[in-house]
């Protein structure tokens, strides 16, 4: 939309990117990369963009690509000299994605289906009765006993299932099936997970979504150290690695970046870590509100095994809170970021049964991707409606929620930041479930800190603006959480940087 040198750039370029960016904001951040690799090099417009790549001084680029690149020796453009990283604390993250395998068995049996329909066989034919091969793993596999967590790591214990996946991969392996999207690696990933069970490979895990009914296969490198060195090495000119969040409270309070340096891998004899630059009004113009100790005490996230019972009572709570701060609210928009769809989706139907107009209620869902979401956020604003966006996941780290046709002092697009929830073991990396396998709590205790203060940050993005409110409405900083007083400590000293702070009651008045 505008005559600057990027727009210009992407403007001579074989790919016309600008379409594209609502379509690239709604993929699934779960996705495996490699599903989105064009695979014939004959393509005329991949050798076009290939080569036009290869001829360009500065090239953009998402770090997935990048981690692609490398892995590819190169191949898919020229090796750069000077690498400039921004979001650097998920790079790691990202990074691990292209080194990992993802299986998802619903995906696998949605493609067999669909195959099945396709060529109009029945129940008896090959196709068929690999569906309802995959159909017995997944129910399975959704019993295998995980305890309170969403992963399992696979070893000798799970025989049981390593016939499962046996019995599998020989219905996969029929010649009829080799043109099925997803079989081939469903087979890899399988005989990664069979041979895990026999203890002879690296980690395989299962991962299941909070409900149980979407269970996916790991596997992959769990120790990246060796390719991000790699990818240092081949940056002659350097690496700047960007964002304020590569930096953590340590016990002392002070700001240090040690947790990232060790995840990155990064040549000591070449890192220099200045101070982070903070803007002040950052943290100056928004109200915080924290929970005094009864309001803490019940707005505390149910920890260690719970019944079902717990979790309802607390996602109750939490919406008679929310109920409270948005009746009180009289103009503009409300985030409330959350750590889950599912307490997404319970949180917007309490809100309903407590009065909250649903026409204002906006739910992001598994179904209803961020980048959609905040289109309909937009359009209710636009409309003179206060919105209420209920979200998770990306929302966390990629909202910029501004209204670019009003002044700064009277954007009113995002008034009210609610975080029902910190986020607490949200990184599922293969090379994060390996860094806890060895020093237990303190990744995650780092992970959640990072993100925590990028959550925090959505709702600030320019000194002008006015009348913001944060609600803290997790107890868990000041209530008893066994282990995790570390985290605790630091998420009080990151919530103490804010100067206008106020103590609310429950429900809040």
Not at 149 to 169: H, P
Not at 213 to 237: A, C, N, Q, V, Y
Request: aromatic share 8%; with cysteine; charged share 25%.
């Amino acid at each position: 939309m505008h005559d600057a040198a990027l727009i210009r750039a992407m403007s001579r370029t074989p790919a016309k990117m600008h379409h594209m960016t609502h379509d690239l904001k709604a993929l699934a951040t779960n996705l495996n990369p490699q599903d989105f690799v064009i695979e014939d090099d004959e393509d005329e417009r991949l050798v076009e963009s290939r080569e036009y790549a290869r001829n360009s001084r500065i090239l953009f680029c998402t770090h997935t690509m990048l981690g692609l690149a490398f892995q590819r020796k190169w191949g898919l453009f020229g090796q750069p000299g000077m690498l400039i990283v921004d979001e650097g604390h998920l790079f790691e993250q990202n990074i691990s994605r292209v080194y990992s395998n993802a299986l998802s068995l619903r995906m696998l049996r949605f493609h067999l289906y669909l195959s099945q329909k396709n060529s109009g066989l029945g129940k008896g034919s090959v196709i068929g009765k690999a569906v309802a091969g995959v159909s017995q793993c997944i129910q399975q596999v959704s019993n295998a006993d995980a305890g309170d967590s969403q992963l399992v790591r696979l070893n000798n214990e799970y025989t049981e299932l390593g016939k499962v996946f046996s019995g599998l991969d020989a219905l996969l392996s029929k010649k009829a099936l080799s043109v099925v999207k997803e079989v081939a690696k469903a087979r890899s990933i399988l005989e990664d997970a069979k041979t895990a069970i026999e203890g002879k490979t690296g980690a395989v895990y299962l991962s299941f979504s909070p409900d149980r009914r979407f269970p996916s296969i790991l596997s992959g490198r769990e120790d990246l150290g060796g390719i991000l060195g790699r990818i240092w090495k081949d940056m002659t000119h350097g690496a700047i690695i960007a964002s304020a969040t590569l930096y953590l409270p340590d016990r002392f309070g002070q700001m240090k970046c040690d947790y990232l340096k060790s995840v990155l891998a990064l040549p000591l004899s070449r890192l220099d870590t200045p101070p982070p630059i903070v803007a002040p009004w950052v943290r100056n113009i928004p109200r915080l509100h924290i929970p005094d100790d009864k309001a803490a005490f019940i707005l505390t996230r149910p920890t260690g095994k719970t019944e079902k019972s717990d979790v309802d009572l607390w996602l109750y709570s939490l919406a008679l809170s929310i109920a409270a701060i948005l009746r009180k609210k009289k103009h503009g928009g409300t985030v409330i970021l959350t750590v889950a769809f599912s307490h997404a989706a319970t949180i917007g139907q309490h809100l309903v049964e407590l009065g909250i107009p649903a026409e204002r209620i906006v739910i992001q869902s598994e179904k209803n991707r961020f980048a959609s979401a905040e289109q309909q956020y937009r359009a209710l604003y636009a409309k003179g409606i206060q919105p209420i966006l209920i979200a998770a996941g990306a929302a966390w780290t990629g909202i910029d929620l501004t209204d670019k046709t009003v002044a700064h002092d009277k954007d009113r697009l995002l008034s009210t930041l609610i975080l029902s929830c910190a986020p607490v073991g949200l990184n599922r990396s293969l090379s994060m479930l390996k860094r806890i396998e060895k020093t237990s709590v303190r990744p995650i205790i780092n992970e959640s800190l990072m993100m925590l203060r990028q959550g925090l940050g959505r709702v600030v993005r320019h000194p002008e603006m006015q009348k913001i409110d944060i609600w803290m409405l997790d107890g868990r900083p000041w209530s008893s959480w066994p282990y995790m007083e570390s985290w605790q400590e630091s998420v009080k000293t990151i919530l103490e940087s804010y100067p206008k702070r106020k103590t609310f009651t429950f429900p809040p008045s």
